[in-house]
């Protein structure tokens, strides 16, 4: 794009910010923005998937701050059957830094607060490797629900998905989280590049809104961090009354400390000492604009569930025999009913998420696996995708790339099936989704608003 397009009052700003790099950001309007994948680790290695790749058109070199992500080139990965199946995400590679750099450890507790449409949920899921709790969060139901598609599709098991006010979240559960990742909503300077819409609304007042967005939000969803914990405040704009203004607010109004990310990238550009906020410029870092800071909160009271507020335990829920060698370990999961729906929890925190279910709006909780009809289990898409199925248990049929784009489009596929049964469609031995035999013919369970329109 023509940078002569940008508002003169930004320009001016991002001049006197810059100073002698003013030219060379100028200079990057007129390159192509970059395009990245991240690896969804939580299925397979950065090394197998790159083994795997080499059949693939995509050019891929890794992206330096993230051992998960890499640019591409050439043909479309969102066109493979494998970007359905969840071995990756496509993402704006700047934007892979937050959750690639929140320090998360097994068993954490982890809260997206502004988590659509879920990139950086998915990362965050991969990285607790099926332990702790991932719990994402949008305030907008429907970008809450676009979030969950990607979280599905991601096999994640161990997650709860809310659309509820910041505040809500840390009044039902205060001091509860481990690690918060707050992307606030911001002025968007970094993407002017990448949308066009972000540029038209671009005004000094929309700063100041912004900036006072910001601090509302991280006021609500302060109480909810636990003692030692972690936030990183994330924004793709570079205005400092959004960035550093806003980490030393934090700084200032609650007990907190900056952290500094130890980090080989010379590229990126941290903030004045001592403050410890890093930012990514398309001219230097080959990514869109970012800024990110780590916050860790020094004061308060560890959670704990009162006994006069615990949910009324739920009847105890008895799987239908068909579904359980699908499934992986019972004894550390929880089952759950929920209207037709079956489901597990992991039980090391199945109370919280049941405890949440009942004051907050959850949309989806742990891994739904099916519905129980007659007696029988009409398998869920989610366990399809689910990280933890035991497929050894499974009845599958292996497609080649021509049958599994046709099932992606939800259209009729043929083949010689058992009679009755209930079986995964795999492509390279990924499962994609269900079928079952019925009569002369076999149904496509894929779900219809999953179906691809367009390849």
Same mark, same amino acid.
């Given at each position: 794009?023509?940078?002569?397009?940008?508002?003169?009052?930004?320009?001016?700003?991002?001049?006197?910010?810059?100073?002698?790099?003013?030219?060379?950001?100028?200079?990057?309007?007129?390159?192509?923005?970059?395009?990245?994948?991240?690896?969804?680790?939580?299925?397979?290695?950065?090394?197998?998937?790159?083994?795997?790749?080499?059949?693939?058109?995509?050019?891929?070199?890794?992206?330096?701050?993230?051992?998960?992500?890499?640019?591409?080139?050439?043909?479309?990965?969102?066109?493979?059957?494998?970007?359905?199946?969840?071995?990756?995400?496509?993402?704006?590679?700047?934007?892979?830094?937050?959750?690639?750099?929140?320090?998360?450890?097994?068993?954490?507790?982890?809260?997206?607060?502004?988590?659509?449409?879920?990139?950086?949920?998915?990362?965050?899921?991969?990285?607790?490797?099926?332990?702790?709790?991932?719990?994402?969060?949008?305030?907008?139901?429907?970008?809450?629900?676009?979030?969950?598609?990607?979280?599905?599709?991601?096999?994640?098991?161990?997650?709860?998905?809310?659309?509820?006010?910041?505040?809500?979240?840390?009044?039902?559960?205060?001091?509860?989280?481990?690690?918060?990742?707050?992307?606030?909503?911001?002025?968007?300077?970094?993407?002017?590049?990448?949308?066009?819409?972000?540029?038209?609304?671009?005004?000094?007042?929309?700063?100041?809104?912004?900036?006072?967005?910001?601090?509302?939000?991280?006021?609500?969803?302060?109480?909810?961090?636990? $003692?030692?914990?972690?936030?990183?405040?994330?924004?793709?704009? %570079?205005?400092? =009354? !959004?960035?550093?203004? #806003? &980490?030393?607010?934090?700084?200032?109004?609650?007990?907190?400390?900056?952290?500094?990310?130890?980090?080989?990238?010379?590229?990126?550009?941290?903030?004045?000492?001592?403050?410890?906020?890093?930012?990514?410029?398309?001219?230097?870092?080959?990514?869109?604009?970012?800024?990110?800071?780590?916050?860790?909160?020094?004061?308060?009271?560890?959670?704990?569930?009162?006994?006069?507020?615990?949910?009324?335990?739920?009847?105890?829920?008895?799987?239908?025999?068909?579904?359980? $060698?699908?499934?992986?370990?019972?004894?550390?999961?929880?089952? %759950?009913?929920? =209207? !037709?729906?079956?489901? #597990? &929890?992991?039980?090391?925190?199945?109370?919280?998420?049941?405890?949440?279910?009942?004051?907050?709006?959850?949309?989806?909780?742990?891994?739904?696996?099916?519905?129980?009809?007659?007696?029988?289990?009409?398998?869920?898409?989610?366990?399809?995708?689910?990280?933890?199925?035991?497929?050894?248990?499974?009845?599958?049929?292996?497609?080649?790339?021509?049958?599994?784009?046709?099932?992606?489009?939800?259209?009729?596929?043929?083949?010689?099936?058992?009679?009755?049964?209930?079986?995964?469609?795999?492509?390279?031995?990924?499962?994609?989704?269900?079928?079952?035999?019925?009569?002369?013919?076999?149904?496509?369970?894929?779900?219809?608003?999953?179906?691809?329109?367009?390849?």
């Amino acid at each position: 794009m023509d940078y002569r397009e940008l508002p003169e009052e930004f320009l001016e700003k991002m001049k006197q910010f810059l100073g002698e790099e003013y030219p060379e950001y100028l200079a990057s309007y007129e390159e192509e923005p970059r395009s990245g994948l991240r690896v969804n680790t939580g299925r397979l290695t950065p090394e197998q998937f790159l083994e795997m790749a080499q059949t693939a058109d995509w050019n891929l070199k890794p992206v330096p701050w993230t051992k998960n992500g890499f640019y591409y080139q050439g043909e479309r990965p969102s066109r493979h059957p494998w970007y359905y199946a969840g071995l990756y995400y496509l993402q704006e590679p700047s934007a892979m830094s937050p959750a690639a750099w929140l320090p998360i450890k097994p068993g954490d507790r982890v809260l997206d607060l502004c988590a659509a449409p879920g990139g950086k949920s998915t990362e965050l899921a991969a990285k607790l490797a099926g332990t702790g709790v991932l719990f994402s969060n949008d305030i907008s139901n429907s970008r809450a629900k676009a979030l969950l598609k990607n979280l599905e599709m991601f096999g994640a098991g161990n997650i709860c998905v809310t659309s509820e006010a910041p505040e809500k979240m840390a009044g039902i559960l205060p001091e509860f989280f481990d690690k918060i990742l707050v992307d606030a909503p911001c002025s968007g300077e970094g993407m002017f590049r990448k949308d066009e819409k972000a540029i038209m609304e671009w005004s000094e007042n929309n700063l100041r809104l912004c900036e006072e967005r910001q601090k509302r939000i991280l006021s609500d969803v302060w109480d909810a961090l636990a $003692p030692g914990g972690y936030l990183v405040y994330s924004t793709c704009t %570079y205005n400092p =009354g !959004e960035n550093e203004d #806003i &980490l030393n607010w934090i700084l200032t109004t609650f007990d907190a400390s900056s952290v500094e990310i130890r980090h080989n990238f010379t590229a990126i550009t941290p903030s004045p000492f001592p403050l410890h906020g890093y930012h990514f410029y398309p001219h230097k870092t080959s990514g869109e604009g970012l800024f990110m800071g780590v916050i860790q909160k020094n004061d308060g009271t560890p959670f704990t569930m009162k006994k006069e507020k615990r949910a009324t335990p739920s009847p105890a829920v008895k799987l239908p025999a068909d579904i359980l $060698p699908l499934l992986p370990d019972m004894t550390k999961y929880t089952p %759950y009913i929920a =209207g !037709e729906t079956l489901g #597990i &929890l992991p039980k090391q925190h199945a109370e919280f998420i049941q405890y949440l279910s009942s004051k907050a709006g959850v949309i989806y909780k742990g891994c739904e696996i099916g519905e129980c009809i007659k007696g029988r289990t009409k398998p869920a898409h989610a366990l399809a995708l689910y990280h933890k199925l035991q497929q050894k248990h499974v009845t599958r049929q292996e497609v080649d790339l021509t049958t599994a784009l046709q099932f992606l489009r939800k259209e009729d596929i043929r083949f010689e099936a058992p009679q009755g049964e209930w079986i995964l469609i795999t492509y390279k031995g990924i499962g994609l989704g269900w079928v079952k035999e019925v009569g002369n013919r076999v149904n496509n369970y894929y779900p219809k608003e999953w179906r691809i329109k367009n390849l």
